[in-house]
């Protein structure tokens, strides 16, 4: 059983969605919290999120066969991956893992796991939401799985084998039925899927800053801080050094992304989360209309309309955390949409680069430690870390009040590792 310390404050690393989602569960039930993070809220890998909140996300990255498509996509220069040559040998053993948990049994075990975590992502989003006086920057209209052309769609049986065992509702829809629901995209898609319930929020950041907001209210401290070190007496976890000095705690959550790496690692954990840099293209003043969040399957790109701008955004570069980022492939977003949509105009556009926190099987790091009583790890949410971040908030919360979670934590958990 997890034993905070309940005279000292609950301690959170990293202030990205997922930490953010767990703060704001904790101080509505009247903990008391300290957010740390060596940048402000949400401006890290939260920054550019795509937006997606989902029930159906029980898909792992990795599927069976999927590294015979690795050499064609490679050379193509707007394709899904890329690949530093610099960095490739630091990659090799993740990608080795990641092959690995690629097999048929080790995808169904792992896709079940993500399922019975996001399969409350939306009631779990609009209850905080709601709390935090950020339930306007949802939209649930569901969501729209397309295909520029059949052949791919047919391909991905497996995908959809999954959807349906786990109990997820979808609709197949012809070319003509998706014009009709985004006529933007007359031409473009061959099939597609209608999933009900789905939908997105419409700025990820500015969420990031209303649970703040909230959280603060409630008595929250935010203290913008790098920390160094995890400081531990035995099995307990003391406190935090940071370059504003230790941080007491009564129990660490650590929801660092790919830095938690490295903070852990001290404690004896070696964990392989990897950085999946991925881009977007922010396009303003566009004209397009667009009323659900399009995820088109065979390009490997989620099409979000955001308050700010239609958000374009897929892609996988592992380069490490301290490469320059190629913002030619947040370019080459742009050609993938005008190929979609021949008559695409906008005014400005942004990019974007950031690094996603990737486990080889796709899943996250959620729950205790068998080494440290009053220790909890929440990261490598990966491609979802919207929308496993509100569901992990309910997880940590129930943890730390020492009620049972709705789920069985086992696959989440760190020692899966050893």
Not at 94 to 121: G, H, T
Not at 320 to 326: A, E, M, N, V
Not at 364 to 384: C, D, E, Q, S, W
Request: charged fraction near 20%; include cysteine.
């Amino acid at each position: 059983m997890l034993e905070p310390d309940k005279q000292k404050p609950v301690v959170i690393l990293g202030a990205g969605i997922v930490g953010l989602f767990a703060a704001a569960s904790l101080a509505r039930e009247g903990y008391s919290v300290v957010l740390i993070d060596r940048r402000g809220a949400g401006e890290e890998t939260s920054y550019g999120n795509l937006g997606g909140v989902q029930n159906m996300a029980a898909a792992p990255i990795g599927m069976p066969g999927m590294y015979k498509e690795v050499p064609k996509w490679l050379l193509d220069r707007s394709g899904p991956l890329s690949i530093r040559s610099t960095y490739f040998p630091q990659a090799i053993p993740w990608l080795l893992r990641f092959v690995k948990a690629s097999r048929l049994d080790a995808y169904w075990r792992n896709a079940m796991a993500l399922n019975d975590l996001n399969s409350d992502c939306v009631d779990s989003h609009l209850d905080l939401a709601e709390w935090a006086g950020a339930r306007h920057l949802y939209r649930i209209p569901g969501q729209l799985y397309v295909w520029t052309k059949r052949s791919y769609f047919e391909k991905s049986v497996l995908s959809r084998q999954v959807w349906q065992r786990t109990g997820h509702e979808f609709q197949e829809l012809s070319a003509a039925e998706i014009v009709e629901i985004e006529p933007a995209y007359k031409g473009a898609f061959q099939v597609g899927l209608r999933i009900p319930g789905n939908g997105y929020c419409v700025d990820p950041y500015q969420l990031c800053q209303h649970l703040l907001e909230r959280c603060r209210a409630a008595g929250t401290v935010f203290m913008q801080a790098q920390a160094s070190e995890i400081l531990a007496d035995g099995g307990r976890i003391t406190g935090v050094r940071t370059d504003r000095g230790v941080v007491e705690t009564g129990a660490l959550i650590v929801s660092a992304g790919v830095w938690s790496k490295a903070l852990l690692e001290p404690l004896g954990y070696k964990v392989p989360v990897e950085s999946q840099r991925g881009y977007h293209v922010t396009l303003k003043n566009h004209n397009i209309e667009q009323t659900n969040m399009l995820l088109v399957m065979d390009r490997k790109i989620a099409i979000t309309p955001m308050s700010m701008g239609l958000r374009v955004g897929g892609t996988v570069e592992f380069a490490g955390l301290h490469s320059k980022p190629d913002y030619e492939r947040a370019n080459r977003l742009t050609g993938i949409m005008r190929e979609l949509v021949p008559d695409l105009s906008y005014e400005d556009s942004t990019e974007w680069a950031g690094h996603r926190p990737c486990m080889p099987d796709s899943v996250p790091v959620i729950g205790r430690t068998g080494k440290y009583a009053n220790l909890l790890l929440a990261f490598g949410h990966g491609h979802m870390g919207l929308i496993g971040s509100a569901p992990t908030a309910r997880i940590l919360t129930n943890l730390i009040k020492g009620t049972t979670p709705r789920l069985d934590l086992n696959p989440f958990s760190v020692e899966r590792f050893s």
